[in-house]
């Protein structure tokens, strides 16, 4: 059965979701879009897939350092399989490489809730942010949830909350001192902000509608139910999730904003629609609820199928 098969932390776990993920990247790269075999590409994507398989190791880092889910592998699960069924993901570089950097910031974003070492971690998030806007310039809006985080976190003061611009101002120093020396031009500015598009007509297409309409039923049914049961959360707890469903929101404007529709935008709202899937799944509030449920149990274990066919169903559209 997956849920106890995933309900649990193995090493097994990482490698077996690990190998689905640099599959998936092959089978998109070499067969539904041929590239020219040469060393520079050979390079290239080992990178990319590279950093595809450490997306999803560090999203469990994230949750098993900060107690976001209790001790099994859910999220990376849904993480993972969300992923293989929008191939057009390993097809953008700049969207992976974002959402890579993104999840750096959101590890320090997080951790805010301690006071901790809190001035390097929100230097540290707003270098990782603005670095992201790099690749996709609206991932500045993830600036809203580390303002949010500061807001929350212990002993917050007006000093902590102009951080955030000290790392941003230095990082954008440093790029535009690279691309002078390099370039001898400062155009790389002009082009940094991306146009707005609204051409959704490649969701007309039934191999993208379909998991987009899957994910964003997964998220609706799971965050609703997980909204139901806010108040059984510990005080401890609830800024967390808050905060995470401001992410979700964040990221979703981030996809809207972007200056192509391909479906590979959905990649920003995969890390927080796993973790809420997850938290479902889980049944934290009542840990025995599997137990003692048994419709309960198989109605999970559905879903959990589900998600883990519908990648190879896609195949077949």
Known sequence: MLTSFFGKSNPVNYLILGIFIALGYLFTCFFKNPVEISV??????????????????????????????????????????????????????????????????????????????????????????????FFQFYTL????????????????????????????????????AYHFLVEDSFQWFFNWKEKISFDFSAYNSLGLLLPAAIIFAFVIWTGVNRGFRFSTLSTKEKPTYLLLFYCLLVSIFVALAGPEKTGAELLFLLPFASIICANYIEARENPKSSEKDISEFWFKEIQLWLVVLLPVLMLFI
Do not use: E, H
Request: with cysteine.
């Open 40 to 133: 520079t590409s050979i390079v290239i994507n080992i990178t990319l897939m590279a950093v595809a398989v450490l997306s999803m190791l560090l999203l469990d880092f994230i949750i098993r350092k900060n107690d976001i889910t209790r001790t099994n592998t859910y999220a990376i699960l849904f993480f993972t399989f969300f992923l293989l069924v929008l191939p057009q993901v390993f097809l953008a570089p700049k969207i992976l490489l974002a959402t890579g950097f993104l999840l750096l910031a959101l590890r320090r974003i997080i951790s805010l809730r301690t006071d901790k070492n809190a001035a390097k971690k929100i230097l540290d998030a707003s270098i990782w942010i603005t670095v992201a806007s």
């Open 141 to 176: 809006l993830f600036f809203i949830p580390l303002w949010i985080a500061i807001i929350q976190k212990p002993n917050s003061d007006y000093k902590q909350m102009l951080m955030p611009i000290t790392g941003f101002v230095g990082t954008f120093l440093i790029c535009t």
